[in-house]
């Protein structure tokens, strides 16, 4: 049966249900898809045009959490699953992670980042040596992307008032997950569960772990780096830093 995974390289939440495929050994194909033109290519088959999308046969599952749960539930994909008795914990707190740091990280972060085409050009078109046009690719984004960075600046609500408040919910949601931390090494305990795969593929923009497949910008712009300045060191950064070291040192790495 074929199961494959509708993407943007560069997109978090996608990288949230790849690596959870990835964790559960289950066989998919990637189609990674181009900014802008993917909606109606995703509206054709989903009721809205974010992705991740997975379609498996007949079934097609759209958000991330959703496509954990169809994983546990009809793949067996049990590798990541809360354990029984903190179900509800778990959901809560993947629930805090897709809007505080999922939801942040988007606007902190093209804020800052949509400045530049050098930083955000490679992002969308990475070379991931599987024989994409990436050359072409990349041509297209530099003409278009005066046009791309007003749609996500419109998609996202990206405005100075909506971006102070995404950091102070950052920030806060470092507090809380700093505080469920409390001295474990996982968030639910002693074993890394889709809580932690959540926390450290919606953080990863910020934190920038080596392991992860894509280069993100070693030099920050000031806004960036004042927040890196903020928020590194802390339980969760360190989290994220370990599940990537620890979990995830299998993708292969592309180069920006
Ligand atoms: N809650 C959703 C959020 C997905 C999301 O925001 N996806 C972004 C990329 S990271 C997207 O597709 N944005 C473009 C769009 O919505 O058309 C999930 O968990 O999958």
Request: glycine residues 6%.
């Amino acid at each position: 049966m074929h199961t494959r995974l509708l993407t943007f390289s560069v997109s978090h939440f996608s990288e949230k249900a790849r690596w959870a495929l990835d964790a559960n050994g289950v066989p998919y194909r990637e189609r990674p898809l181009p900014l802008g033109l993917h909606v109606p290519y995703v509206r054709w088959r989903a009721p809205r045009s974010s992705v991740p999308v997975l379609e498996h046969g007949g079934d097609v599952v759209q958000g991330s959490s959703a496509i954990l749960d169809f994983l546990e539930r009809r793949l067996g994909g049990v590798a990541l699953a809360a354990p029984e008795q903190q179900r509800a914990r778990a959901a809560e707190l993947e629930a805090l992670a897709d809007r505080a740091f999922g939801g942040g990280i988007v606007r902190v972060l093209y804020d800052a980042l949509l400045a530049s085409p050098d930083d955000m050009v490679p992002l969308w078109a990475p070379d991931l040596h599987d024989g994409a046009p990436v050359a072409t690719q990349r041509r297209l984004y530099r003409a278009a992307f005066p046009w791309l960075r007003w749609g996500i600046r419109r998609t996202y609500r990206i405005r100075s008032d909506t971006v102070r408040a995404a950091r102070e919910r950052l920030i806060a949601g470092f507090d809380e997950t700093d505080r469920a931390l409390g001295g474990r090494p996982y968030l639910l305990g002693p074993r890394p569960t889709r809580v932690d795969v959540t926390v450290a593929a919606l953080l990863a923009p910020l934190c920038r772990p080596r392991e992860h497949m894509l280069t993100w910008p070693r030099e920050f712009p000031p806004a960036l780096t004042e927040l890196v300045a903020v928020l590194d060191r802390r339980p969760t950064w360190e989290l994220v830093l370990r599940m990537y070291r620890e979990h995830r040192a299998t993708r292969p790495r592309a180069e920006a």
